[in-house]
């Protein structure tokens, strides 16, 4: 019953780890692997108008909630104009004004993206109404609607009839229908206006999307049209040239609309402009701009909330309770046997700073050397606090020798024993020392080598760079840490 009941527990912090550990990495994007990296993406937008001396507006458009993308961060910068941002169904607006302005003014908007892995979600909103035909001049209208006839005919329904269309549009050998039809340059405004036209020829309700193109360094860059079609359920975005479905990984969508990208009150026509740089940001990072952007607070009840000092003191001691389970798997399961249950852990502590084969070489020498003078201290007939007590001046006086001794040999690592749990040292000593004396050589060698390959196996697991980075990043995990243990507990064997 016991047992049961200790499963079922077990299950319960196993479920909870999980269940924590999917919300945060599906979530807010926290990595599960250690240097993970994204790569984001800056796009600065630059304004430049002559202002007229008056009151001066400025009205701009900018991305909103960018397909295919997480915006992380966004800036606005200009000198003594307010700002305020308006949004509707579809796009978003950046208003600057300022009671007085004259001559050249400079606006910037910039903001950081990056790739969101996850599905997008459609682009439902808003519903349009059927579009009227077009009165078509002649003799457009007869290729027109010859066009549109013959498409009808090699397609099934919105998606496959746009994508004909474009085909039959971009044919590098035109029949002279088409050739009549463009007399725009392929990919223009105009092009993609005329398209919007012919596809309200078939009662097909379409729009003009402006899109980013991203390339890393790039000075004046300039926004390009694309096409949507609405076919009853949501808008399907083409590629107006290669006549391509969906939007490519390396467009951002800005705006959508053929309404003014830029209106500027109380000066002349502004000029824009458009910087790109890419550069990569560690997963982590990405994150925490991540949950600023959504205004979550659970980064700011994780560690990496703390102090950059206390984080690193977390990194330790939150592999602790690894090198725990793993002295109870040997100890429970295997039957090695220790000098006590936290000993080996201590030790694998030091041989992080010293490395693995120096730890080894100094704790054993340290060990040897202390265990000598413990037992000529045990012919003086010393009381018990009193040994222990010289026991550890002994063990010091051995460490600050040692460390000497590595100067003189220029052996920067001989300076890092300094960092051993002494009292763990003395007592390890002392307790091999009654060993020796009770159950002789063999059963105190025997303990000391299952001391050390306990100190040893939980080196490699509390170092463990996948490992610490889960641990910290998910502290949750632990619970499955404890569940693990609170099984081994009851195991007999």
């Known amino acids: 019953m016991k047992n049961q009941r200790i499963n079922v527990v077990a299950l319960i912090l196993i479920a909870i780890a999980l269940s924590a550990v999917y919300y945060k990495h599906e979530k807010l994007g926290l990595p599960l692997k ?122 099934a329904d919105v998606i496959t009839f746009t994508r004909e269309l474009l085909l039959e549009l971009n044919d ?8 009549l039809i463009n007399k725009t340059g392929h990919g223009s405004v105009e092009w993609v206006r005329q398209l919007v036209d012919i596809l309200a020829g078939a009662r097909i309700p379409a729009r003009i999307v402006y899109v980013l193109p991203l390339q890393d360094l790039v000075k004046h860059g300039t926004l390009i049209p694309w096409i949507e079609v609405h076919n009853d359920f949501e808008w399907i975005a083409f ?134 003078l413990r037992l000529y ?20 006086m051995l460490i600050a020798v040692f460390s000497i001794i590595s100067v003189q040999l220029e052996l920067e690592r001989g300076l890092s024993v300094a960092l051993f749990p002494v009292v763990i040292l003395a007592m390890t000593i002392e307790r091999m020392s009654i060993v020796l004396e009770e159950n002789g050589s063999h059963e105190a060698f025997k303990l000391g080598t299952g001391s050390m390959v306990a100190a040893i196996l939980g080196y490699l697991v509390m170092t463990d760079e996948w490992l610490g980075h889960i641990i910290f990043v998910f502290p949750e995990t632990l619970l499955i840490v404890l569940a693990i243990t609170l099984i081994l507990g009851r195991y007999t064997g």
């Open 34 to 155: 250690p240097a993970e990296q994204s790569e984001v993406w800056t796009v600065e937008a630059k304004l430049q108008f002559k202002a007229n001396g008056g009151p001066a507006k400025a009205s701009f458009y900018i991305p909103r909630d960018p397909p295919g993308f997480i915006k992380l961060n966004e800036d606005y910068i200009s000198s003594n104009y307010g700002l305020a941002t308006e949004k509707d169904e579809v796009n978003r607006e950046a208003l600057w004004a300022v009671r007085r302005a004259k001559g050249k003014q400079v606006l910037y908007y910039r903001m950081e993206f990056t790739r969101d892995n996850s599905s997008t979600k459609p682009r439902t909103a808003p519903k349009p109404s059927y579009p009227q035909v077009p009165d078509y001049e002649e003799p457009l209208g007869s290729a027109v609607r010859a066009l549109l006839k013959e498409v009808r005919s090699h397609s």
């Open 172 to 179: 590098p050998k035109p029949d002279q229908n088409i050739s």
């Open 377 to 396: 201290l045990e012919k003086l007939k010393l009381l018990l606090v009193p040994r222990l007590a010289a026991v550890l001046t002994i063990v010091i």
């Open 239 to 372: 590629d107006p040239v290669s006549g391509r479905q969906g939007f490519r990984e390396d467009v951002l969508v800005w705006r959508t609309g053929d309404d003014p990208l830029v209106t500027i009150s109380g000066g002349q026509p502004a000029e824009v402009d458009f910087s790109i740089s890419r550069h990569a940001l560690s997963q982590v990072s990405i994150a925490e701009q991540w949950a600023r952007q959504t205004e979550s607070r659970l980064m700011d009840f994780s560690l990496f909330a703390l102090p950059v000092q206390t984080q690193n003191v977390y990194r330790i001691i939150l592999m602790v309770p690894l090198g725990a389970l793993v002295i109870v798997m040997l100890r429970n399961l295997v039957g090695l046997a220790t000098f006590g249950t936290f000993m080996p852990v201590l030790i694998a502590l030091a041989f992080r700073e010293t490395s693995l084969v120096w730890g080894i070489i100094m704790f054993t020498m340290l060990v040897i050397v202390g265990l000598a």
